[in-house]
């Protein structure tokens, strides 16, 4: 079945059972991979993936949803009837009703849908990527995480009140990790990821060069002694602990208790003058942009700070409906709406003039830690606390040298560190989760040999 | 010679599948396959979530699907699909076969059809009208959160119960045939603590395999007294000193220090990739005499436990280490013809759509002569880790942890609670320092995501002693 006919086979099946109101988002992908080990093909995947997650309305207005694989006929009836049973547990103290913006246009980007290279090819750029790697410095030993796929979907959301958006995409992406090791020493690792519309588009050369450079420079590495440090946030490593603790800026979240923020932090000061955070899913560099959300919001940029302060918070429908707002084009598509960020982009706002611009990460020659790659954010992150203890690959920079840290944690708040930024660097970089530039930290606890 | 029955030409669970699996197996291995696996699932699961006194979500979903793995020399290729017709996994096939570029269709491996079928799955049928139902996960679950409202200092709390019916039929160009049901239940509490500028929080979970009544039996007032007491005693903890330091890990979870920083390493998936320091070290000296490591699949009840793996075979009980020598590499099918570590009935994925590897199942560090005490009093100034947040081990393995619930020791004594700890360190550096083992070992639930995504594990372990580890912190 295509999504229209998945529609309309909905839409009959509910008629059955006198469901009048329901809505569904589904998504259908192809995905193929390969990963290789000393130019052998080592593992090659291919999969093909339907999911299909429907929501139904009782005649109290409690919500049911049932989430299931099997979208034939008999599947379809299968869920209604689970979500109809599963509504009798709707939530009673908050609503939850369609989008009121799921029938707005949507603004879709030139798609720049790829066609498939095939496992053959992907599997030749790889093992040429690997060769390359190892080749390209005699320490790097193995590249014992690898990976080149491409995947094609289809996402879909559509109601019984007649909204209907679906769009099409490719991606593909390729991760090189190298180990190298020398004599007497710890072995090194590091590597890079590259995000690409289609195979042809990822940029190997760079992934290569970005893997090859970013581990042969941990080579020469030494311990850290326990202190406080100035510290300077590579785009990424920025990026990590601002998504890390995006609960500031969710409503979902505030709204469980589980945030930093409350209902009124709307204006709270947060951090320097200096500091704009955006989320805009659809920027141009977002190669995993979605034009809408769980719920058919059409997906827009939001300013999350603005000099400093907090501008919004980002909504699903219930949420924005509690808030007095609109739904922002964040939210999932569940039994309880979860609601989160798409693409972060943190820039230096036109009040800037606190800021210490002689911090530079190319050329200030003081002492400063470079967090390159913040690790383990899963066990090292407690965004209702707001703490953060997190290991972490860097460089200790002093008196115009740098050493690679051998291993070491920085641990914080969140609060202490937004208020504690000394300097933004003026260029952005693009990452995979968004776009920063370097942003400069003053005192936080860096553990490494005590 | 192989059935001549009338052939069905979709995969039926409850059913004989035989001719079916045993023609997709034929096709291709005619094509060239050296080995043929096909892996069918069929999942019913259900999550419930109570905040505060109120259900907030009720989530059922069901899934079905199958994963098709080919072996050739010593590639695999791995398809997965949810088309469970003969056409559907047929054309898996030859997407398999294609990927590995087999163009030679003579073949040394010779199919000599399914063995006798093994069923583990048929004392199982009734499970799934035996598990609770919404009603009673919902009844229970308020009850439970209500069992948290202790003080006004509690600003939140949330019960969660998941289950997971996962049926499954196996079979391969070895003769395998064979089929099971599993059920998961998890329940789990947490709260959260504020008093002016202090922030806290507390939880628990509990977690069972093949035990239907499991939930009904779960104490909830005890759970969710200990998870009060821990937001409590972090309420207005110091955060902790970095520095070196002895510690003593409590038992049950505590273990997951093991699991994560040594139990991977000891995985075939690890010594594939050159990514373990003990690949060379079977019968060396790796850890402290004191310490003996288990990886098993048999304990009734645990949550890692399985009646057969994800490739048809019985786990067994593999001591990994014996006194501190390493014994035995975790492994599965893939890990034996590429590392020659036999299997252990340890081959594990998350649903079909992964190909399975090499996973632990109940892992744990074996009971040793100690009391709790005799390890606290044994030292001077250290940490004690009551309750280990998540961890993590990074490719060159080093590891890291947060500690929960934390607590000085001075004097041989706990005294204030400490937060923000974090535990630092790499296997075979620390696995030497563990010199002392408790007499009360305990297990603890878990989930563990890897390379075929994510599986029910047990972590485990008594209170043992670290005599020196880095402690991060502020």
Redesign the interface.
Same mark, same amino acid.
């Given at each position: 079945m295509n999504s229209r006919e998945i529609t309309t086979q909905i839409s009959k099946a509910a008629d059955l059972l006198n469901l009048k109101k329901w809505d569904y988002g589904a998504s259908f992908s192809n995905d193929y991979s390969v990963q290789v080990?000393k130019g052998?093909?080592?593992?090659?995947?291919?999969? /093909?993936? /339907?999911i299909l997650t429907l929501r139904v309305w009782n005649e109290s207005n409690l919500v049911?949803?049932?989430?299931?694989?099997?979208?034939s006929e008999s599947?379809i009836k299968?869920?209604l009837n689970?979500?109809n049973?599963?509504s009798d547990?709707?939530?009673?103290?908050?609503r939850t009703e369609f989008s009121p913006l799921a029938n707005d246009p949507i603004k879709v980007k030139d798609l720049k849908k790829r066609n498939p290279v095939g496992?053959?090819k992907l599997l030749t750029l790889l093992r040429e990527a690997e060769v390359k790697l190892l080749e390209s410095h005699e320490s790097i030993?193995?590249v014992?995480?690898n990976g080149l796929s491409e995947s094609f979907y289809e996402r879909v959301y559509a109601n019984s009140d007649g909204a209907f958006r679906s769009y099409t995409k490719s991606q593909a992406a390729l991760y090189l990790?190298a180990?190298a090791e020398e004599k007497d020493r710890?072995?090194?690792?590091s590597g890079s990821v590259k995000l690409g519309y289609g195979v042809d588009d990822l940029d190997i050369e760079s992934c290569i060069k970005d893997a090859s450079n970013k581990t042969i420079s941990h080579l020469n590495y030494s311990s850290i002694k326990?202190d406080k440090y100035l510290i300077c946030f590579s785009p990424e490593s920025f990026l990590t602990i601002i998504n890390a603790f995006s609960s500031i800026f969710n409503a979902r979240s505030i709204l469980?208790?589980?945030s930093l923020s409350n209902k009124n932090s709307i204006g709270e000061k947060l951090s320097t003058e200096a500091l704009n955070i955006y989320d805009d899913g659809l920027h141009e560099k977002n190669i995993s942009s979605s034009p809408f959300d769980g719920e058919g919001t059409p997906t827009k940029r939001l300013c999350l700070i603005n000099k400093g302060r907090i501008e919004n918070f980002i909504h699903s429908e219930s949420t924005a409906r509690i808030f007095k707002t609109t739904p922002t084009g964040h939210a999932g598509l569940?039994?309880?709406v979860s609601v989160s960020t798409d693409w972060i982009v943190v820039e230096k706002s036109e009040e800037n003039l606190d800021l210490k611009t002689s911090l530079d990460h190319s050329t200030y020659d003081g002492e400063f830690v470079y967090i390159e790659e913040l690790?383990?954010i899963?066990?090292?992150v407690?965004a209702? /606390?707001?703490?953060f203890?997190l290991?972490f690959d860097g460089w200790l920079y002093k008196n115009g040298t740098k050493i690679s840290i051998e291993?070491?944690?920085v641990?914080?708040d969140i609060k202490y560190l937004l208020k504690n930024i000394v300097n933004i660097e003026l260029n952005q970089e693009v990452t995979t989760s968004g776009v920063s530039p370097h942003i400069w930290v003053d005192e936080l606890?860096i553990?490494?040999?005590? | 010679m192989l059935s001549s029955q009338i052939k069905s030409n979709e995969i039926e669970f409850g059913s004989c599948n035989k001719d079916l699996l045993e023609e997709i197996i034929v096709y291709g291995m005619g094509l060239g396959a050296e080995f043929v696996e096909i892996f069918i699932e069929n999942t019913d699961t259900a999550s419930?979530?109570a905040?505060e006194d109120?259900?907030?979500?009720?989530?059922?979903?069901?899934?079905?699907?199958a994963g098709i793995r080919i072996f050739k020399d010593?590639?695999?290729?791995?398809?997965?699909?949810?088309?469970l017709t003969k056409h559907g996994l047929m054309r898996?096939v030859s /997407?398999?076969i294609?990927?590995?570029?087999i163009t030679d269709k003579k073949n040394r491996e010779v199919f000599n059809g399914l063995n006798k079928f093994r069923d583990y799955s048929l004392s199982k049928r009734t499970w799934i009208d035996e598990v609770p139902s919404?009603?009673e996960i919902?009844e229970k679950l308020l009850v439970s959160t209500k069992s948290l409202k202790k003080n006004n200092k509690i600003?939140?709390r949330k019960g969660s119960y998941s289950r997971n019916l996962q049926e499954v039929i196996i079979a391969s160009s070895d003769g395998t045939y064979t089929s099971d049901i599993r059920l998961h239940q998890t329940v789990g509490l947490n709260v959260?603590a504020s008093d002016a500028q202090y922030?806290?929080?507390g939880s628990r979970r509990f977690g069972s395999s093949g035990m239907p009544n499991e939930f009904r039996l779960w104490d909830h007032e005890k759970a969710a007294n200990e998870v009060f007491e821990s937001s409590m005693n972090m309420l207005y903890a110091d955060?902790v000193e970095?520095?070196?330091m002895p510690v003593v890990l409590a038992n049950k979870f505590g273990g997951v220090i093991f699991h994560e920083a040594c139990g991977h390493l000891l995985e075939t998936t690890q010594i594939?990739?050159?990514?373990t320091p003990f690949e060379n070290k079977l019968n060396e000296k790796i850890a402290h005499e004191s310490v003996t490591a288990i990886d098993e699949g048999i304990s009734e009840g645990s949550f890692g436990s399985l009646s057969v793996d994800d490739e048809g075979m019985e786990p067994e009980k593999s001591i990994l280490i014996k006194d501190g020598i390493l014994k035995k590499f975790i492994s599965d099918r893939a890990g034996e013809l590429r590392t020659g570590h036999k299997r252990t009935g340890s081959g594990r994925r998350q649903n079909y759509?992964f190909?399975a590897a090499s996973r632990m199942r109940n892992t744990y560090i074996a009971k040793g002569e100690y009391s709790k005490e005799d390890l606290i009093n044994s030292i001077s100034d250290g940490l004690y880790c009551k309750s280990m947040?998540? @961890?993590?081990v990074?490719?060159? @393995?080093?590891f890291?942890?947060?500690v929960e619930e934390g607590y000085l020791i001075k004097n041989g004594k706990l005294t204030n609670p400490v937060?923000?700890?974090?535990l630092?360190g790499?296997a075979k550096e620390v696995m030497p320092k563990i010199s002392m083992c408790g007499n009360d070992l305990e297990l603890a639930p878990g989930f563990c995501g890897s390379i075929s995504g994510s599986v029910n594990v047990t972590v485990g372990q008594p209170h043992i002693k670290v005599d020196s580890i880095?402690?991060?912190?502020?």
């Open positions: 080990d052998e093909a080592k593992q090659l995947k291919a999969s /093909q993936k /339907q049911g949803i049932t989430t299931t694989s099997d979208i599947g299968k869920a689970q979500a049973i599963a547990f709707g939530n009673k103290n908050e496992i053959k030993k193995s014992p995480y990790y180990r710890k072995p090194r690792s326990t469980d208790g589980v569940g039994s309880k690790n383990a899963h066990a090292g407690r209702s /606390q707001g703490s203890s290991p291993s070491a944690t641990a914080g606890s553990t490494g040999d005590a | 419930v979530l905040e109120h259900i907030t979500s009720v989530s059922p979903s069901f899934g079905r699907g010593k590639r695999d290729g791995f398809v997965s699909t949810n088309d898996s /997407q398999a294609e990927m590995l570029d919404i009603h919902s600003i939140t959260i922030r806290s929080s955060y970095a520095g070196q594939e990739r050159g990514t759509s190909a947040g998540g @961890g993590s990074g490719a060159t @393995g080093q890291n942890f947060a937060k923000g700890a974090t630092i790499e880095t402690v991060g912190g502020r």
